[in-house]
């Protein structure tokens, strides 16, 4: 079974502060995905990666920047935290022939800005 | 933009059907839908293809007109297993991602 692992389900910031939410997956898939999901919003993309070293921007990329140097990783950055930014957000995979592969989503982040 | 999806959300009772809708306003090459439990990650039902047939899982079936622009979910005989949140994600003709919809919560009552 694919495997996508977030290094946190909750985590506590600060505003102001640099946060960083850290993605793998085992599948060595090489589309990866970072999406916010809010009530009554469904999921938003905010970044997206088709290969190491590369990133598309997604729907909101506002406030948010990514970071893949290895296939298996990828990592969402809040430069300077705000509190919009509270949220839950995804990390999701899937081969590539975006559209005719699923993605597989890891149990999210709960992310609170104080 | 985001597709559109209706109902909003459904209230069930075991063993009724139920269809969930998703309408976008663009030519799509496939659509994607997923099942999100409270508190768990969205997983993967079907993925419809531009061209391609009708695909089910369980009790879950899903039609895809490419000429609307529009899929439906249905879901027959419900279960208590099957509440949840529902998302389409359609891909379109022209875009590299997929754009899920804000999704169609579903209550299953014994």
């Known amino acids: 079974d694919v495997k996508v692992t977030q290094s946190s389900r909750y985590l506590v910031k600060r505003t102001g502060e640099k946060v960083f939410l850290e993605c793998v997956q085992d599948m060595d898939h090489e589309n990866m995905f970072w999406y916010r999901q809010d009530p009554g919003l469904g999921l938003r993309l905010i970044y997206f990666s088709y290969d190491v070293k590369m990133k598309e921007k997604g729907d909101i990329p506002e406030g948010y920047s990514v970071s893949r140097e290895k296939k298996e990783r990828f990592s969402l950055i809040l430069e300077s935290a705000s509190t919009n930014q509270t949220s839950m957000y995804l990390c999701?995979?899937?081969?590539?022939?975006?559209?005719?592969?699923?993605?597989?989503f890891g149990d999210g982040t709960r992310l609170s800005i104080l | 933009q985001q597709p559109v999806q209706s109902p909003q959300a459904v209230i069930l009772r075991e063993g009724e059907d139920a269809v969930i809708n998703c309408s976008s306003s663009?030519?799509?090459?496939?659509v994607h839908w997923y099942r999100q439990k409270h508190g768990e990650a969205p997983v993967f039902l079907m993925i419809?293809?531009?061209?391609?047939e009708q695909k089910g899982h369980e009790k879950i079936s899903a039609s895809f007109n490419e000429k609307k622009q529009q899929s439906s979910l249905y879901l027959t005989a419900s279960q208590l297993s099957y509440s949840g949140t529902y998302f389409c994600g359609p891909r379109p003709v022209r875009d590299d991602k997929i754009i899920f919809g804000k999704g169609t919560r579903l209550h299953i009552l014994p």
């Open positions: 999701a995979s899937s081969s590539p022939l975006t559209g005719r592969q699923p993605q597989h």
């Open positions: 663009k030519a799509l090459y496939s």
């Open positions: 419809l293809l531009k061209g391609g």
